[in-house]
């Protein structure tokens, strides 16, 4: 089964607004996750790292006002959209590495959000 | 400046045959490279990694080579089944992970 759950799957929400995005790692400890968003038919791109117990690394261009991101349990990070607008609709994903399992370095991602702000 | 391309946007192949997808990676040394799968609307699935020592890796039906030199991987699907459809990324692994834009395949019966 799924290793790393993301919730909610789909989210509707008026411009202005803020969306909280929640991604669990579920039988393992995650020190780390990556939060990445993804346009139609385009790859993955990272928007930032999220620590346990400490702020996340941004990657350039990416607004840390207008995504937060916590990570205050070694199972739970957060990504909330603050102020949505239409043009922050897109697929929103999350991954988390187990080192104790398989190879150490595959990436579990969990099932996506799609957030689509009207 | 680090760029990943993958042979094409979309292939299409006869079921049966075998499916070979490419990641080609400039200005980078990865550790290691991996390929997922990508189903529409799911977050990617991991399929198989290989180290920068390692020249093949093999998994079922699945089959990745890995060429630091030419700086290519290539991913290979023998006997390609429908279920098989889907979008394939290869990502690298240097100081972070860094994902090739896909190749969406199509297996036709």
């Known amino acids: 089964g799924a290793v790393v759950s993301q919730h909610p799957s789909r989210v509707i929400c008026k411009s202005g607004t803020s969306v909280k995005i929640e991604c669990r790692s579920l039988d393992f400890q995650a020190t780390t996750m990556f939060w990445y968003r993804q346009f139609p038919k385009q790859s993955l791109m990272l928007m930032a790292t999220s620590n346990e117990g400490s702020k996340a690394t941004y990657e350039q261009g990416v607004e840390k006002d207008k995504f937060l991101i916590n990570h205050a349990s070694l199972t739970l990070s957060t990504l909330t959209v603050t102020s949505a607008h239409p043009e922050d609709s897109s697929f929103y994903i999350c991954?988390?590495?187990?080192?104790?399992?398989?190879?150490?370095?595959?990436?579990?991602f969990g099932e996506g959000s799609r957030l689509t702000v009207l | 400046s680090q760029k990943i391309e993958q042979n094409s946007e979309a292939l299409n192949i006869q079921e049966g045959k075998t499916a070979t997808l490419t990641c080609n990676y400039t200005n980078y040394s990865p550790a290691y490279l991996q390929w997922y799968r990508q189903d529409p609307g799911r977050g990617p699935v991991f399929l198989l990694l290989?180290?920068?020592?390692?020249k093949e890796k093999r998994k079922e039906r699945l089959k990745v080579t890995f060429d630091t030199t030419l700086k290519q991987s290539l991913f290979h699907i023998t006997a390609s089944q429908p279920a098989d459809s889907a979008t394939y990324l290869c990502?690298?692994?240097?100081?972070?992970?860094?994902f090739g834009p896909g190749t969406r395949l199509s297996v036709l019966p």
């Open positions: 990502a690298l692994y240097g100081q972070n992970f860094v």
């Open positions: 991954s988390a590495r187990d080192p104790d399992r398989g190879d150490g370095g595959e990436l579990f």
């Open positions: 290989i180290r920068e020592n390692e």
